[in-house]
């Protein structure tokens, strides 16, 4: 993992940050929802793999850090908004 | 073999173990399990909101509540100091201390303006009338959630600029470590990264 982020040019970290700018204004003129959901996972992705460095780190532990934080996320949207819908119906 | 020699080696079969799991330092892996919990933590409160906001009959419209020009600027500010955190980082790697500690100066700035827009945002909310318990767009919930929300956000945004400064100072002193600088940057991606979920949900759904 060291070798292959110290490789890393740093042009590589500003165009990251190029295709974030664009994905957020994407995001802020168009204001649809699947735009919107399309941008927050992609920008998440670019950040987690790019500047966390992510996509060098061994398999195990970026699928403890991904499906840790999605299944639970997932878990807590799932019992939880369903009670939203049952409340506003 | 006694269950002694056993045992470390059953953790480096499966997760590397020893001074190493996954292949990098404990550091760097406590770090990665407290971003893991953390980010549960702002998944509770996104989770809270989605609940509210489907519940809710009506919603505030976010163009008459949030300037959303300033909250734009305020997003461009925190991702572009992650884009000088990966360079800082990248620099404590190579050993260029000068490089390093100027893009930590920059990711120091950036948190402090992207704080200074949301004191004055909070201050204009504030102002208009809203608080932790109602506000005048008639619901209450709005602005309970807006304010916890992003004050934990910015929270966790000052403790990082005041991390930051103290790795800023260590490199400076020439006592810092790339892993150092890393563990640092790792914690500033993440609240760049939450935010792209607080922005989309809160500012632009």
């Avoid at chain 2, 505030?60 to 305020?74: G, K």
């Avoid at chain 2, 190579?94 to 100027?102: C, E, F, L, P, S």
Wanted: charged letters at 10%; one cysteine or more.
């Amino acid at each position: 993992m060291d070798a292959a982020m110290s490789a890393t040019p740093y042009r590589t970290y500003w165009s990251a940050w190029l295709v974030l700018l664009a994905i957020t204004l994407a995001m802020v003129l168009t204001g649809s929802p699947p735009v919107l959901v399309a941008g927050m996972m992609a920008k998440a992705t670019i950040i987690a793999l790019w500047f966390m460095h992510l996509r060098t780190e061994r398999l195990d532990l970026v699928l403890i850090v991904l499906g840790g934080i999605f299944a639970t996320s997932l878990a807590l949207f799932g019992l939880i908004a369903p009670d939203g819908w049952e409340m506003s119906s | 073999m006694t269950v002694a020699a056993a045992v470390p080696m059953a953790m480096e079969a499966r997760g590397g173990g020893g001074t190493s799991p996954f292949g990098i330092s404990w550091q760097k892996a406590m770090m990665w399990f407290f971003i893991v919990t953390d980010a549960l933590l702002f998944a509770g409160f996104l989770a809270a909101y989605g609940f509210h906001r489907i519940a809710a009959p009506s919603w505030p419209d976010r163009r008459v509540v949030f300037h959303m020009e300033f909250i734009t600027a305020m997003t461009f500010i925190l991702i572009s100091s992650s884009a000088t955190m990966a360079t800082a980082v990248g620099a404590a790697r190579a050993a260029d201390t000068r490089t390093a500690v100027r893009f930590l100066g920059l990711t120091i700035l950036g948190g402090l303006v992207f704080l200074g827009m949301q004191a004055y945002e909070w201050s204009s909310l504030i102002g208009a009338g809203a608080r932790l318990d109602g506000n005048p767009w008639g619901v209450p919930g709005f602005s309970a959630l807006f304010f916890t929300i992003t004050g934990f956000h910015g929270t966790h945004v000052a403790i990082g600029v005041l991390i930051l400064a103290i790795a800023a100072l260590r490199a400076l002193r020439g006592r810092y470590s790339g892993e150092g600088v890393e563990l640092v940057g790792l914690y500033w991606h993440f609240v760049d990264l939450v935010w792209v979920f607080v922005f989309g949900c809160f500012y632009l759904v």
